[in-house]
């Protein structure tokens, strides 16, 4: 990933520009920026996003390259590229260096929630919980 700052002194004090490959069959994980909305601009390949709004309603959208997408401050969000050869390229634009990320899994899995508490919660057991959690990084050693 890289990242840059820009000023713009007639349109916004400061945009804040990261591109990244998206390699082929990745996904960005589900995560919000509690702080910012983020415009991401597609440069090469395609990518499937969507945002799940505050009625717990999915908004997703396949892009190619040339296309734009807002995900909406707050709300959680996530970018997959499902092509299983292809990587992806996409440049996300914040108005602040702090757009502040906050990933789903890693918040729900990694900050001692009760293993009963997220069975429930996910209408699971206890095994479902410590089997899933496995997967995703960050959270091997935590149960």
Known sequence: MCCLSVEAKDFLSECFLCSSPVPSSSVNRPHTHPHLAELLFLLGGSLEV???DMTNKIF???LQAGDLFVFPKGLVHYQCNGDSKNFAIAVSAF????????SVPSSIFTNGIDDGILAKSFKTDVCEIHSGNQGWPGTQALR
């Open 50 to 52: 969507g945002f799940v």
């Open 95 to 102: 108005v602040s260096a702090n757009a502040g990320t906050v």
């Open 60 to 62: 997703m959208q396949t």
